[in-house]
């Protein structure tokens, strides 16, 4: 407890938790600018400051500067209510996540359960924005972004669920106290590749950068914003990038614990997880300098003929264990095992002949 | 209750692509009929570019007009100016010197390489690759600019070759230069490779795109990489030889089903092939020796004749048609483009794929807006 009456208490720490968001929005924005740079054989920023390290800083004042500017034909409310639609939810989900075992604004019992439920929330910010642009870009990524989150929700949640099986509480505080002496990663393989795969889905990074595809329809929704209400998208970006970034180092990487199970305080804790969740930000930083982006319908016979089946395998290995009570070897042998069977089939699959289409592929309808 | 089967009723909506998007190359429009993401017609609509390259030529004397090649081809400068002077030596008769034939040949294929390292770049940023791949392309061509900087004294416009030779020599380091640029630039092309060929998300987006059988392709007046993608092994260095190629040893790679993978694999291989052919150009060149025919007139007045000159180009056959009347100013010059000709086949490769593939297929063209309107 930070002050002895409840409501002022959770007033600060929401306040803390919108600062920290600003915060590390300000810093991923400099550090993906920096990793990708160096990726590139580039400096990225290194003008403003140090390093540029002021650079996020110069670039919000750009654009809280900018004129707000709205097209005629937009439908108003729609179109300026949609930024905070997609912001809200990823505020949303940063509430409960427990960063150490003390530091947290609410522990919720169903922590993890909410975190997803929230997080497929800010898809309605883009389904808004791309209607209420009025054009057809707009259009068709906030489409793309509607399909594409039935496809990874899905695999996501039961990904997580194999944890919640084992660990028999939604509660993430609790997750990662069983984690003490080894994280689930270990354990789990097939669920954190799975868990990966869909986090990128949601985030809408490289290759699932679909509904924003920046060659096809120019950055998709967003593509009417600019100014302060563009930013807020940004921010709900980079801010569900955290937050998953996070909630996979509680969940799979074993949280502020140390490996072997000693106890350790709480300023080592705080360096852990964030180093753990570094460690995930780092990769999806990787990735998506990288990889090529993939197209709407393989995205999606991809989360339904890989992922999810594969996350029912995961289901049913940590069933097994469960009721016969194996030990936890078997279940990472068998899930590793899967999971090199998942890799293997996207590997063939990728590399399977493709039959000559028949030509022209559909009759031309017209231009008129 | 009775549920009544009703089919639900969708809208065909156009989506116009261009001349301002980042997909185009330049200043290219595609109109798109898509039915959801399915792309059902397309009208590419071009002459945004247009400066009447052509015409122009007509009023400048042999010399002046062989900047319109550069302009015109900006990409490959120093393929299109080959093009441009063969036709015009063939006009007159003229003899080239051993020393500028072998200087053309290396700053040509170097142009290649450097022209196919802009197509994998852009053709990455297509595919969504965040930039890197772009970056890793640009750095080896960046480095050929540079050479071709200090060799003719610009970055794009050379104006390097005359007609009978070059304009001067190239400087001292040019043959050290070039081997060790051409080391780079394999080291380059392999790191293009590992980053995209193996791809599995490159793979799923590629194969099976865009296909073009080797009947269709000729039909279409197909040529250059496009051409051999769809397994046609027809190659107009190795076909109709002109400066040195007959001596030269090089391999022509071929696709086999003319998908977009196959392009971006012919256009990987043909980069290796020109650095094998720079490195045998280094070896024969002779040290010194004249670089401009001997007794050549300051003006020049080619007899009265026609000539049509092709050359292979880093996008197909690049030809040039030229008239002349004896006078020292072409009577008609005529620019066969072969971006030209591939933009015609995009409405029938686009039709039935994906909205996203059409995009790609576009990249894949590898086109050049100035070239396809001159």
């Known amino acids: 407890m930070i002050a002895d009456n409840p409501w002022i208490d959770a007033a600060v720490r929401t306040l803390l938790v919108a600062l920290l968001a600003i915060l590390v929005v300000l810093i991923l924005i400099w550090l993906e600018r920096k990793v990708a740079g160096r990726m590139q054989m580039r400096l990225g920023p290194m003008v403003t400051g140090p390093y540029g390290i002021m650079q996020s800083v110069a670039d919000a004042i750009k654009l809280l500067t900018k004129e707000d500017l709205r097209p005629a034909t937009a439908d108003r409310w729609v179109f300026e209510l949609a930024p905070f639609a997609a912001f809200v939810p990823s505020l949303l989900a940063l509430i409960s996540l427990p960063f150490t075992a003390h530091l947290f604004v609410r522990n919720l019992e169903l922590g993890l359960f909410y975190i997803v439920a929230v997080s497929g929330l800010s898809t309605v910010g883009l389904l808004m924005a791309g209607w209420g642009s009025a054009n057809k870009y707009a259009l068709l990524g906030a489409v793309r972004a509607a399909a594409q989150l039935i496809s990874y929700e899905i695999p996501l949640v039961l990904a997580i669920l194999a944890v919640a099986m084992v660990s028999g509480t939604l509660n993430l505080v609790e997750i990662v106290n069983e984690q003490g002496r080894v994280p689930y990663i270990v354990w789990q393989p097939l669920g954190f590749a799975i868990f990966l795969i869909a986090t990128l889905a949601e985030l809408r990074r490289n290759p699932f950068d679909i509904p924003m595809a920046e060659s096809e329809i120019i950055g998709g929704p967003v593509i009417e914003y600019s100014g302060i209400r563009w930013s807020m998208f940004f921010l709900a970006e980079y801010v569900n990038v955290f937050v998953l970034s996070v909630l996979g ?115 031309a309808r017209g231009i008129d | ?87 015009v030596e063939k006009l007159m008769g003229l003899e080239v010197p051993e020393r500028a034939e072998y200087i053309r040949v290396i700053l040509t294929e170097l142009n290649r390489i450097a022209s196919h390292l802009m197509f994998m770049g852009a053709f990455s940023a297509d595919l969504g690759v965040f930039g890197t791949l772009f970056m890793y392309a640009f750095r080896e061509r960046e480095r050929m600019l540079d050479l071709f900087e200090e060799i003719s004294g610009d970055r794009m416009m050379y104006s390097y070759f005359r007609v009978g030779g070059l304009a001067w020599d190239v400087p001292e380091n040019f043959v050290e230069r070039t081997r060790w640029m051409v080391k780079e630039a394999r080291q380059g092309i392999a790191d293009i490779d590992g980053l995209l060929t193996e791809n599995e998300v490159f793979l799923a987006r590629t194969r099976g795109i865009g296909t073009i059988t080797a009947e269709q392709a000729i039909d279409w007046g197909f040529s250059g990489p496009m051409l051999r993608a769809s397994g046609v092994r027809h190659d107009l260095r190795r076909a109709e030889p002109y400066s040195i190629y007959d001596r030269l040893e090089f391999d022509i790679p071929v696709g086999d089903r003319g998908d977009v993978y196959d392009r971006y694999m012919v256009r990987l291989e043909e980069m290796r092939q020109s650095a094998r052919i720079i490195d045998q150009c280094l070896d024969q060149m002779p040290e010194d020796g004249p670089i401009v025919a001997p007794d050549l007139k300051r003006v020049l007045r080619p007899p009265a004749g026609e000539v049509y000159m092709r050359a292979e180009n880093p996008r197909g056959e690049y030809g040039i048609y030229l008239v002349s009347k004896g006078a020292d100013k072409p009577y008609r010059l005529k620019i066969r483009s072969p971006s030209f000709c591939h933009l015609a086949a995009l409405r029938d490769m686009t039709i039935g794929h994906y909205l996203a593939d059409a995009v790609l297929i576009l990249g894949s063209v590898d086109i050049v807006l100035c070239e396809v309107d001159r």
Not at chain 1, 279 to 289: E, G, T
Not at chain 1, 291 to 310: A, E, G, Y
Not at chain 2, 60 to 83: G, K, P, V
């Open chain 1, 249 to 363: 180092s509680l969940v799979f990487l074993g949280g502020w614990n140390w490996p072997l199970g000693n106890e350790v305080g709480w300023p080592l804790q705080v360096v852990l997880i964030l180093l753990k969740t570094s460690a995930m930000l780092l990769l999806f930083m990787w990735l998506r300098s990288t990889l090529p982006r993939l197209r709407i319908d393989q995205l999606m016979s991809f989360c339904w003929q890989v992922l999810l089946p594969f996350a029912f395998v995961a289901i049913i290995l940590n069933g097994l264990v469960l009721v016969y009570e194996w030990p936890d070897v078997v279940l990472g042998l068998l899930s590793g095992f899967a999971a090199l069977v998942a890799g293997a089939l996207v590997y063939r699959g990728s590399r399977r002949a493709v039959p000559t289409p028949r030509w022209p592929l559909a009759p």
């Open chain 2, 1 to 87: 209750m009775i549920i009544e089967e009703r089919e639900l009723e969708t809208i065909d909506v156009y989506v116009n692509v261009g001349p301002q998007h980042p997909a185009t190359h330049g200043v290219f429009r595609m109109v798109l009929r898509v039915d959801g993401e399915l792309v059902v017609d397309l009208e590419p609509v071009i002459g945004y570019l247009h400066r009447g390259a052509e015409k122009l030529s007509e009023n400048c004397d042999y010399r002046q007009a062989l900047a319109f090649q550069d302009r015109t081809e900006y990409l490959a400068q120093f393929n299109a100016e080959l093009c441009y002077v063969i036709a």
